[in-house]
């Protein structure tokens, strides 16, 4: 057996989108992945279709901005998978709104499952990252974090997640943990889906539009994030830390 295949990833917000992608895609390289989600349920067809190609799954439910809940997922995956050396913060909301219309509720909810819920993460499975001496950690930022309309919460947990990956990379370093950041530009998504449905577009026409800014010519897919989320948590990349990537079909300003 390989390190690689003896690696165990925890993956968050793992029901749908970007987090299924990525736990299919790191269980096809021979990971043993918690599929962690609020509700798991939901997390089934994410599991089974990992199952399903003859990897390792199970699913968790957290609420990753809740302290209690966070490092009981933690133990429990330590205790059925063993010690997670890997971890995916994807979890996240969108409670988007022109700044004088967004609630205080608002706000805080994207603070809490951005950047708490990264941060209580992190810091549970940091502690069987160090006793491995190896360890890979990566955080979802956006192409929002440069700023974006109706996003002034969601943008800056998304910019907050960038110097958080930053300072894991200087605090962990030593450890031989690594954190980086992928930032995803236009994914095909539910999240994509409410924003088109937010400013009043079909999604498909929400789409097509995008297609036109983006210089390869098509919006990304979950599949998209889940490869550069791959390189990053791999073994051949211990000497690439702090480090954000955009991943947005070209180059953003």
């Known amino acids: 057996m390989s390190t690689t295949e003896q690696r165990v990833a925890i993956v968050t ?4 989108g970007i987090g299924a992608a990525t736990a299919v895609r790191l269980a096809a390289e021979g ?3 918690a599929v962690l989600d609020l509700d798991e349920a939901a997390c089934k067809d994410t599991v089974e279709k990992i199952t399903a190609a003859g990897g390792k799954a199970i699913a968790v439910g957290c609420d990753v901005s809740d302290e209690a809940q966070v ?3 933690v133990a429990r995956v330590a205790e059925e998978l063993g010690a997670p050396t890997v971890l995916v913060n994807n979890a996240g909301v969108l409670r988007d709104n022109l700044l004088f219309k967004m609630s205080a509720a608002d706000w805080d909810t994207v603070m809490s499952v951005h950047l708490r819920g990264a941060f209580l993460m992190s810091r549970a499975c940091q502690k069987h990252m160090v006793d491995a001496k190896f360890g890979r950690i990566v955080n979802l930022s956006s192409s ?3 700023g974006n309309r109706g996003q002034v919460n969601y943008s800056a947990a998304k910019a907050g997640l ?3 990956t930053k300072t894991l990379a200087i605090e962990l370093g030593k450890f031989g943990v690594t954190a980086n950041a992928v930032a995803p530009g236009f994914i095909v998504t539910d999240m ?3 924003t088109a449905e937010r400013v009043g577009m079909g999604f498909e026409d929400f789409q097509a539009a995008a297609a036109t800014q983006i210089p390869v010519q098509r919006v990304g ?3 998209d994030i889940a490869n550069a989320i791959a390189f990053f948590t791999g073994e051949a990349a211990g000497f690439v830390s702090g480090q954000v990537m955009y991943v947005a079909g070209g180059p953003l300003n």
């Not at 917000?13 to 749908?16: E, S």
């Open 13 to 16: 917000g793992a029901a749908r």
């Open 162 to 164: 960038q110097g958080f």
């Open 221 to 223: 897919r979950p599949e």
């Open 192 to 194: 994509t889906a409410a």
């Open 144 to 146: 929002s974090a440069l």
């Open 31 to 33: 990971r043993a992945v």
């Open 71 to 73: 490092e009981a997922a």
